[in-house]
């Protein structure tokens, strides 16, 4: 069974620092991809990065960096420069071959002025 | 940018009542999922559609719960009969397949809280 673990349940960091948010996650499937997804306080679950396993290269999104190893079964977020308004929950998820995504508990990250 | 809709934003009803939750997908995508995430937990799984059926389901997704496409733009989650521990926060999510892969990233929308009293 597929199983996304976060073990920062929080985190603070400086503004202007970088922080990384851990995820490492379990599956035997092959194929199967990785996001993170930030929800604000507001509540919205706002995409932020995808990598697929067959991905050689770490993805990234401006500000966002995905460090994947896969041979270690982790898919840490990388944030650079962190700013005010990067406090939020962090989710790290999975999805297998099939529809479902299973997400982990999240990491509330709060940045510090 | 296109993006998933959802109405309303708040619900408060009473236990024992039916509810529908609305949503809006992205219009190109084919792939319609809900979940729920119960007040300071982490988001669940509900229940994918496609082609007009269910794909997928979880244990949460039991009788009381069923999903519909009315038309070609709505896709709706409806519960039957609420209990108390339905009350969360349910998102409506959508995806566009990718050809050959994994699909990847699902769209949600901005969440409906549903208060069940």
């Known amino acids: 069974a597929q199983k996304i673990t976060q073990t920062q349940p929080g985190m603070f960091v400086q503004e202007k620092e970088a922080v990384t948010l851990d995820c490492t996650y379990d599956t035997s499937d092959q194929s199967y991809g990785l996001f993170w997804y930030k929800q604000p306080s507001s509540g919205e679950m706002i995409f932020l990065i995808y990598?697929?396993?067959?991905?050689?290269q770490n993805a990234t999104e401006g500000r966002y960096s995905l460090n994947f190893q896969k041979a270690r079964k982790s898919a840490n977020l990388v944030i650079s420069a962190s700013q005010l308004g990067d406090s939020a929950m962090y989710f790290c998820?999975?999805?297998?071959?099939?529809?479902?995504?299973?997400f982990g508990k999240g990491t509330r990250l709060h940045i510090l002025p | 940018e296109p993006e998933v809709t959802q109405t309303p934003s708040h619900q408060v009803t009473q236990m024992g009542q039916e509810v529908i939750l609305r949503c809006v997908p992205i219009s190109n995508h084919l792939y319609f999922y809900w979940y729920r995430q119960i007040l300071g937990q982490k988001v669940e799984f509900l229940v994918s559609f496609y082609n007009n059926e269910i794909s997928e389901k979880s244990e949460i997704f039991d009788d009381q719960f069923s999903v519909e496409r009315p038309d070609g733009s709505n896709f709706t989650l409806k519960i039957r009969s609420t209990k108390l521990e339905d009350s969360a926060m349910y998102f409506c999510?959508?995806?566009?397949?990718?050809?050959?892969?994994?699909?990847?990233?699902?769209?949600f929308g901005p969440g409906t809280r549903l208060t069940v009293t």
């Open positions: 999510a959508s995806s566009e397949p990718f050809p050959g892969r994994v699909r990847n990233e699902q769209y």
């Open positions: 990598q697929g396993s067959y991905d050689e």
């Open positions: 998820a999975m999805r297998a071959p099939g529809d479902k995504i299973i």
